[in-house]
C-alpha cells in the first residue's frame, strides 16, 4: 500500500494544487491507517467499510478531536477513490462510512476596541517594527490565511487600486482589497525593506525575516504572540484569528455573508456561516441586558 499512497499524494501535490500542509498531513493520516492493516493482517485490497469503522472506532477511544478523526476519514475515503479511478478497486468502502458530526465553535476573536490596541502595539521605527504593523494591519485589513500573507511577493501589491493579488487554496488566485491603513503601513514597510534585503536583492516576497529571506507562517505566529502580550491582552489569540476577527466586524457592520464568503476565499457559504453565531451571542446579550422579562 505504501506504493500506492506515494502515488496518490503525487496525485495530490501535482494534479490537485493541495497545500504542502495538506499532503503532509494526509500522509500521516494514511500512514496511521497502514499501520492499523498491518496489525489486523489485511490488504488494502481486502477492506470493506467495517473494517474502516474499526478504525475510526479506535482513533476514538484515543480521545481525538472530531475534526481530526473527519480529516483521517477524509484521507482514506480520497485514497479508496483514487483507486478506484486508476482501476485498483471496484468501490470505493469509504464512502458509505459517516463522517463525525463536528462541533459548532465560535471561533476566537478580538473587538474591535482590542484589535485597535492591538494593531498599535509595534511602536519603534526599526525595519522589523515596521514590517510587523504592516503585516498584522494587512492580516486585519483582508482576512486572507498566513499560508496566503507569507506567499505574496512585492509585485502583487497594487497600490493605485489598493488590490492584494493572494494564492489560496488549492494554488488558486484572488484580488482582495485594503484600507488606508494598511497602504500607509504597507508603504511605510516598503521604505524600510531594503534595510532586511542584506545581499539577497532578488528576493521577490512581501515580507522578509532579518535574514532577508521570505518570512514563514511559525515566524507570522511569533510576531502575533509578542503583540499579544504587548498589548496585555488576556485572550488567547492566533494569526487565525485576526482572519475571525476581520470577518466577525464586518458582519456585525452589516456586511452581506456572500461578500464575506468572496473576501475569504471560502468556496462553501456553510463555512462561512459559522460568523453568525457571534452576531447571534451579540444580539442574546443585548437582549438580555435590555428586555424586562429576560
Same mark, same amino acid.
Given at each position: %500500500? ?17 497545500? #504542502? ?11 496511521q @491507517?497502514i499501520?492499523? *492493516? ?16 474499526? @478504525? ?16 483521517? *476519514? ?9 483507486? =478506484?479511478?486508476r ?21 476566537? @476573536? ?5 484589535m ?5 502595539? #509595534?511602536?519603534?521605527?526599526?525595519? *522589523? ?6 503585516? +498584522?494591519? +494587512? *492580516?486585519?485589513?483582508?482576512?486572507i ?32 482589497? @485594503?484600507?488606508? =491603513?494598511a ?5 511605510? $514597510?516598503? !521604505?524600510?525593506? #531594503? ?19 521570505r ?5 507570522? !505566529? ?16 492566533? #494569526? ?5 476577527s ?7 457592520r452589516?456586511?452581506?455573508?456572500? =461578500? ?14 459559522? $460568523?453568525t ?6 444580539? %442574546?446579550?443585548? $437582549? ?7
Open positions: %500500500m505504501k506504493r500506492e499512497v506515494s502515488q496518490f499524494l503525487d496525485y495530490l501535490s501535482h494534479e490537485r494544487k493541495a497545500s #504542502p500542509h495538506t499532503v503532509s498531513s494526509y500522509g500521516r493520516d494514511l500512514g @491507517f499501520a492499523f *492493516l498491518e496489525g489486523t493482517g489485511l490488504s488494502w485490497r481486502q477492506v470493506r467499510n467495517i473494517h474502516i469503522r474499526a @478504525f475510526m472506532a479506535e482513533l476514538q477511544e484515543r480521545k481525538l478531536k472530531k475534526s481530526s478523526l473527519a480529516r483521517k *476519514l477524509a484521507a482514506v475515503r480520497s485514497f479508496f477513490q483514487f483507486g =478506484v479511478s482501476g485498483w478497486l471496484s468501490e470505493n468502502p469509504a464512502r458509505v462510512v459517516a463522517t463525525p458530526r463536528q462541533e459548532k465553535r465560535v471561533p476566537s @476573536f478580538l473587538s474591535e476596541k482590542e485597535a490596541d492591538f494593531l498599535e502595539a #509595534p511602536t519603534s521605527d526599526r525595519p *522589523l517594527d515596521r514590517r510587523d504593523r504592516a503585516l +498584522l494591519e +494587512l *492580516l486585519y485589513a483582508t482576512g490565511r498566513v499560508s496566503e500573507l507569507v506567499g505574496i511577493n512585492e509585485e502583487d501589491v497594487n497600490f493605485e487600486e489598493r488590490l492584494i493579488r493572494v494564492r489560496g487554496k488549492g494554488k488558486k488566485e484572488r484580488l482582495v482589497p @485594503f484600507g488606508r =491603513v497602504e500607509a503601513r504597507l508603504r511605510a $514597510y516598503l !521604505e524600510a525593506r #531594503p534595510r532586511l534585503l542584506k545581499k539577497r536583492m532578488g528576493e521577490r516576497a512581501l515580507f522578509l525575516n532579518y535574514q532577508g529571506k518570512l514563514t507562517p511559525r515566524s507570522v !505566529e511569533r510576531v502575533v504572540d509578542k503583540y499579544i502580550r504587548l498589548a496585555a491582552l488576556k485572550k488567547k489569540i492566533s #494569526p487565525h484569528s485576526l482572519r475571525h476581520f470577518a466577525s466586524h464586518l458582519l456585525s452589516g456586511a452581506d455573508l456572500r =461578500v464575506i464568503q468572496e473576501l475569504l476565499g471560502h468556496e462553501s457559504l456553510a463555512t462561512t456561516q459559522k $460568523y453565531h457571534l452576531d447571534i451571542a451579540r444580539l %442574546m446579550e443585548v $437582549y438580555r441586558k435590555s428586555h424586562p422579562r429576560s
